[in-house]
T-cell receptor
Framework: GDSVTQMEGPVTLSEEAFLTINCTYT??????LFWYVQYPGEGLQLLLKATKADDKGSNKGFEATYRKETTSFHLEKGSVQVSDSAVYFCALISSGGYNKLIFGAGTRLAVHP | ETGVTQTPRHLVMGMTNKKSLKCEQH?????MYWYKQSAKKPLELMFVYSLEERVENNSVPSRFSPECPNSSHLFLHLHTLQPEDSALYLC??????????????FGPGTRLTVT
């Protein structure tokens, strides 16, 4: 079945450091891919998306490129801030089920001043 | 209120209690979802409703009973739960069709503790 694998956290960085959170997927065809973010005490928020191969999703300084050859959708940010501390989830739309999102386990990011 | 709201935010219940979780969306969506978020496990989709009709039920135990009286409201009725049901329960909504149907908007969740 469809699945998403993320790097395990926590990821701990200093402010202004470069961020990469790895995400790879297994799926039938070419599903739409997403990154969601969950801040402490809140629900998930859509951060960015890509709907086809080579698409680059971007938002709030975060970017991710849909790579079908490596089945990857790694999240990057050039300079993180303390306010970016959260849990990040990679997800895809499953080919089975109604609008069914398959999530990775999540990666916790802690940014220190 | 805007977006997706959930009440209560926190709930502690005994295994013999009956309680309900409520979700309300103010986004004009016509699909709604219940997810379970447990520690160190990926989010698990529990139920999906489209136009008030259940379209997904992912092998969820019968002690969880969803209800969708209209496209803006979704309930999760709980009875005779087990301690392992303690988790964060998230509600989400989306458009049912069109290019944005895959973008789900989440509420803040209800933190449930079963004692």
């Amino acid at each position: 079945g469809d699945s998403v694998t993320q790097m395990e956290g926590p990821v701990t960085l200093s402010e202004e450091a470069f961020l990469t959170i790895n995400c790879t997927y297994t799926a039938t065809g070419y599903p739409s891919l997403f990154w969601y973010v969950q801040y402490p005490g809140e629900g998930l928020q859509l951060l960015l998306k890509a709907t086809k191969a080579d698409d680059k999703g971007s938002n709030k300084g975060f970017e991710a490129t849909y790579r079908k050859e490596t089945t990857s959708f790694h999240l990057e940010k050039g300079s993180v801030q303390v306010s970016d501390s959260a849990v990040y989830f990679c997800a895809l739309i499953s080919s089975g089920g109604y609008n069914k999102l398959i999530f990775g386990a999540g990666t916790r990011l802690a940014v220190h001043p | 209120e805007t977006g997706v709201t959930q009440t209560p935010r926190h709930l502690v219940m005994g295994m013999t209690n009956k309680k309900s979780l409520k979700c309300e969306q103010h986004l004009g969506h016509n699909a709604m979802y219940w997810y379970k978020q447990s520690a160190k496990k990926p989010l698990e989709l529990m139920f999906v409703y489209s136009l008030e009709e259940r379209v997904e039920n992912n092998s969820v135990p019968s002690r969880f009973s969803p209800e969708c009286p209209n496209s803006s409201h979704l309930f999760l009725h709980l009875h005779t739960l087990q301690p392992e049901d303690s988790a964060l329960y998230l509600c989400a909504s989306s458009h049912g069709q069109g290019a944005s149907r895959y973008e789900q908007y989440f509420g803040p969740g209800t933190r449930l503790t079963v004692t």
